[in-house]
């Protein structure tokens, strides 16, 4: 069983968003699925299909149109960048994450969205403390998702994918979004904790060399995220939360 980890002693606790604090990961996944799954069939009928295993592999946790491009590269497609402003019909990598965003955006207003009960927890613990929390996510669609979860107001900074490209910051796995992050929060990486369920995060995390990067498994998988550099793994934050009596695996680093 795992040491617990003493929360208090760090300054700020930075977190990932989608599949961390809400399960909108699943409707990331969703939607790059339907619209891959459709432009490969246009473009070469018959062509294998775009599975989760590519998902997690080279979408996962990146910003939009890096998912594209290192996805699309797995199976030998280039197309010109483009650029953000392209409608979604265009055949280029910043078309086709639009037309994956769109897709996004239609099922978040349909479903709306529910934070995880453990994370809600976890982040009411975390509210007892002096700790500082924020928010790093390669989503464009960061705060949109918070306000729609209600959760807004709990992070004193959200690092979304708009944000690192006003700052020019490389996505994950680069470092350099979470380091800014803890910047605003006023902590240097040996003084904040990641939390992340994908492996460019938890890589991110690693690189940055943070006190403690914690990986979330969603799927991705426990041995994944401790080999990209997670030295806990927990399958829910509810098991962060001191006196839960589930065992997070793996070791405190
Ligand atoms: O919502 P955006 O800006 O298109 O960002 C998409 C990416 O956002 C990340 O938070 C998810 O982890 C990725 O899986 C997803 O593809």
């Known amino acids: 069983m795992t040491r617990p980890v ?6 700020a606790i930075l977190f990932d968003l989608d599949g961390v604090i809400t399960p909108t990961a699943v409707v990331h996944m969703r939607a790059w699925e339907e619209m891959f799954n459709a432009y490969l069939q246009e473009k070469s009928p018959g062509a294998p299909a775009y599975t989760d295993q590519d998902y997690f592999a080279y979408v996962d946790g990146k910003p939009r149109y890096d998912g594209v491009r290192d996805f699309l590269a797995s199976r030998d497609i280039t ?3 483009g650029t953000p402003a392209d409608p979604p019909e265009l055949e280029t990598v910043c078309g086709l994450g639009n037309r994956k965003n769109n897709a996004f955006n239609m099922v978040l ?3 709306g969205v529910e934070a995880y009960p453990g994370s809600v927890a976890f982040l009411d613990y975390l509210a007892t403390l002096d700790v500082r929390l924020g928010v790093v996510s390669s989503s464009v669609n960061a705060p949109t998702v918070l306000k729609a979860a209600g959760l807004l107001d709990r992070f004193e900074t959200v690092v979304s994918g708009a944000v690192a490209d006003e700052q020019g910051l490389p996505g994950k ?8 992050a803890g ?3 006023g902590a240097t990486p040996s003084e904040a904790v990641v939390l992340e369920d994908a492996v460019s995060g938890v890589r991110a995390g690693k690189a940055g060399d943070f006190a403690l990067v ?4 969603r799927g991705a998988g426990h041995d994944t995220l401790t080999a990209a550099g997670a030295g806990l793994v927990v399958s829910d934050l509810a098991e962060l939360v001191p006196d839960h ?7 405190q680093q």
């Open 245 to 251: 009596h589930s065992p997070a695996r793996g070791a």
């Open 173 to 180: 796995p680069a470092p350099d979004t979470f380091v800014y």
């Open 79 to 81: 197309l010109p960048e």
């Open 109 to 111: 207003a349909r479903d």
């Open 214 to 217: 914690v990986g979330v498994d």
């Open 6 to 11: 003493a929360w208090e002693t760090f300054t």
């Open 183 to 185: 910047k605003v929060l």
